[in-house]
């Protein structure tokens, strides 16, 4: 890994305009991704995972680690039960993923128990990658506060987390919480505020879309020059402002030439201002 802040892309997954995966168009963003920041989220929560069978999860895990690297991608596993999960996190395994991550169950709701037995299965099912536990409680309907978190690391062997939604403005509380473990934070708005508050990297939808803005921030908070950071993280607090849907990312990336803005899920595509304004720092990208 490189040192300093990190940050991972948490990748949109792209569907042709009939619904179908586009291997093709999901090869391009991951080599434009890989080349440009730390490393791939790949069939998170931006990756539209529900709508995903567990043949196209696997293909696109195969995708992020030929072109980014076993070290450089995170295969997010995670499902409603620990079964499926267990299975995903072996047969990810066997792709040569050595970092896995796993939302916590959903839908029903869970015991603190039930929490760390969900997470023990899917270790014994893989118990040699790095594992990490995806806490969204505006999505799972499952909060896991940061001492449950500790405890339920420590009994399961995770490495780390992801925190998003409301836990990500607990982050401090995690990593007081978990001493020595990676909290990843899904608010992407300021990544240097992020490291600052002890995460060990930012898991941006946004970077994947503008990943030429939050390579250069990176850059400059890495190179300790404030001047150029400030100017960068003004671009994108612009990008922040046009929203984080999957519908204005997919918008963005296909003005980019990069797929479809085609979703399985019911996202929010840009209405007229908002999509004026997506074009508008497009265009800005270097190079386009």
């Given at each position: 890994?490189?040192p300093?802040?990190v940050?991972?892309?948490?990748?949109?997954?792209?569907?042709?305009?009939?619904?179908?995966?586009?291997?093709?168009?999901?090869?391009?963003?991951?080599?434009?991704?890989?080349?440009?920041?730390?490393?791939?989220f790949?069939?998170?929560?931006?990756?539209?995972?529900?709508?995903?069978?567990?043949?196209?999860?696997?293909?696109?895990?195969?995708?992020?680690?030929?072109?980014?690297g076993?070290?450089?991608?995170?295969?997010?596993?995670?499902?409603?039960?620990?079964?499926?999960?267990?299975?995903?996190?072996?047969?990810?395994?066997?792709?040569?993923a050595?970092?896995i991550?796993?939302?916590?169950?959903?839908?029903?709701?869970?015991?603190?128990?039930?929490?760390?037995?969900?997470?023990?299965?899917?270790?014994?099912?893989?118990?040699?990658?790095?594992?990490y536990?995806?806490i969204?409680?505006?999505?799972?309907?499952?909060?896991?506060?940061?001492?449950?978190?500790?405890?339920?690391?420590a009994?399961?062997?995770l490495?780390?987390?992801?925190?998003?939604?409301?836990?990500?403005?607990?982050?401090?509380?995690?990593?007081?919480?978990a001493p020595?473990?990676?909290l990843?934070?899904?608010?992407?708005?300021?990544?240097?505020?992020?490291?600052?508050?002890?995460?060990?990297?930012?898991?941006?939808?946004?970077?994947?879309?503008?990943?030429?803005?939050?390579?250069?921030?990176?850059?400059?908070?890495?190179?300790?020059?404030?001047?150029?950071?400030?100017?960068?993280?003004?671009?994108?607090?612009?990008?922040?402002?046009?929203?984080?849907?999957?519908?204005?990312?997919?918008?963005?990336?296909q003005?980019?030439?990069?797929g479809?803005?085609?979703?399985?899920?019911?996202?929010?595509?840009?209405?007229p201002?908002?999509?004026?304004?997506?074009?508008?720092?497009?265009?800005?990208?270097?190079?386009?």
């Amino acid at each position: 890994m490189r040192p300093g802040t990190v940050v991972f892309s948490a990748v949109p997954t792209l569907f042709g305009s009939d619904g179908e995966l586009d291997l093709d168009a999901n090869r391009s963003l991951h080599k434009l991704l890989a080349g440009l920041l730390d490393g791939l989220f790949v069939t998170g929560t931006t990756g539209e995972f529900p709508a995903l069978d567990d043949a196209e999860r696997l293909s696109l895990a195969e995708l992020a680690l030929a072109e980014a690297g076993p070290d450089r991608v995170i295969v997010h596993v995670g499902a409603a039960d620990a079964r499926r999960a267990a299975r995903l996190a072996r047969a990810a395994v066997a792709l040569g993923a050595t970092r896995i991550a796993a939302i916590t169950p959903y839908y029903l709701p869970a015991r603190p128990d039930e929490l760390t037995g969900h997470y023990r299965r899917i270790r014994d099912a893989a118990p040699d990658p790095q594992c990490y536990a995806y806490i969204f409680p505006e999505r799972t309907g499952v909060p896991v506060p940061p001492p449950l978190f500790a405890q339920m690391a420590a009994a399961a062997g995770l490495a780390g987390a992801k925190v998003s939604g409301s836990a990500a403005a607990e982050l401090p509380g995690y990593v007081a919480a978990a001493p020595g473990l990676a909290l990843f934070t899904g608010n992407d708005a300021d990544p240097a505020a992020a490291m600052r508050a002890g995460a060990a990297g930012v898991i941006s939808g946004r970077s994947a879309a503008y990943p030429e803005v939050y390579a250069a921030l990176i850059a400059a908070v890495r190179a300790g020059d404030a001047v150029r950071a400030g100017a960068h993280q003004q671009a994108v607090d612009r990008i922040v402002a046009t929203g984080a849907s999957i519908g204005r990312l997919k918008h963005a990336l296909q003005l980019r030439g990069l797929g479809t803005a085609t979703a399985r899920m019911t996202v929010d595509p840009p209405g007229p201002d908002v999509a004026a304004a997506i074009a508008a720092e497009v265009r800005a990208l270097p190079g386009l």
